[in-house]
């Protein structure tokens, strides 16, 4: 470093230009291994006069170097400590695994309790629907029994309304012969008795009167 950049103030440099001169930077040293970039390079993305970019790459670079040298300066972890602190990292990566062991044996019990009372649901309801669909068969089998039998009454209804039908027929049919066919001689007669006895309904029975006189003549001289 120079003597003029010995003099050089970082106070008086815009903070904002400082940020992105600084991001500018190790944006590039990430990407070309820790190679330091140019003013031009580093202008590419930051756009400002080299008046002012001079200075601010110029600070940017004292606390990277200090920071560096810092690093480079300080003195190696004792053995001791070095041990101490990887032992340390294995037993709390022990620990971790641990609890991490821990953890997955208590959620695949948790999973397997889910699973097992998720099974009984299951088999419950399956017992259920077993039920449920037992007693749609039976009342299926009933209701096609019921219209089976409903079916045969309807066809033995048929069948004798059509035999009544026909006896009803049959009987009418009878009936208007027997009204064409001629009366009978003894259903004449009957008939004209009929007509008489109705004519002269006060006239006295003397039928036996006149069977009983000739029994009375011939017992009167006997008894003489």
Same mark, same amino acid.
């Given at each position: 470093m120079s003597k003029?950049?010995?003099?050089?103030?970082?106070?008086?440099?815009?903070?904002?230009?400082?940020?992105?001169?600084?991001?500018?930077?190790?944006d590039y040293m990430e990407k070309h291994e820790g190679k330091m970039p140019t003013q031009h390079?580093?202008?590419? !993305?930051?756009? !400002?006069?080299?008046? +002012?970019?001079?200075?601010?790459?110029?600070?940017?670079? !004292?606390?990277?170097f200090a920071t560096q040298t810092k690093l480079a300066n300080m003195p190696e972890i004792p053995e001791d400590l070095r041990q101490a602190h990887e032992q340390m990292l294995k037993e709390l990566w022990a620990r971790t695994r641990e609890l991490q062991n821990g953890e997955i044996v208590e959620l695949r019990q948790a999973q397997a309790e889910?699973?097992? !009372?998720?099974? +009984?649901?299951?088999?419950?309801?399956?017992?259920?629907i077993s039920l449920i669909e037992g007693a749609q068969k039976r009342e299926c089998e009933r209701a096609d029994a019921v219209e089976a039998e409903c079916k045969k009454l309807r066809e033995q209804l048929e069948e004798v309304t059509a035999e009544l039908a026909q006896a009803r027929g049959r009987l009418a049919e009878r009936d208007f012969i027997l009204r064409m066919l001629p009366s009978s001689p003894a259903e004449e007669s009957n008939s004209r008795k009929s007509t008489t006895r109705k004519g002269a309904p006060d006239e006295p029975d003397t039928g036996d009167l006149f069977q009983l006189r000739p029994e009375q003549g011939s017992a009167e001289p006997s008894g003489e």
């Open positions: 003029h950049e010995k003099s050089f103030i970082p106070d008086t440099i815009d903070p904002d230009l400082l940020r992105r001169t600084e991001s500018a930077i190790l390079e580093v202008n590419e !993305t930051v756009k !400002t006069s080299f008046t +002012r970019l001079g200075p601010a790459i110029r600070a940017v670079k !004292t606390r990277l889910k699973d097992r !009372t998720y099974q +009984r649901e299951v088999a419950d309801l399956e017992q259920v």
